[in-house]
């Protein structure tokens, strides 16, 4: 399984992350899913 930036959950990890409920080291190892959830908060996202 592979997470893109259009994922529902990464969408939800990066509002969590946004509005301060959790920080990136927060987001859980699942695949790819800290990875893109640290690109799309950091505005690096392809």
């Not at 301060?20 to 950091?42: F, I, M, R, S």
Request: aromatic share 10%.
């Amino acid at each position: 399984m592979t997470f893109t930036k259009d994922s529902g959950l990464i969408k939800v990890w990066v509002s969590l992350v946004m509005t301060g409920a959790y920080t990136v080291d927060q987001v859980p190892v699942l695949y790819n899913l800290k990875t893109v959830v640290w690109e799309v908060v950091n505005g690096t996202a392809a």
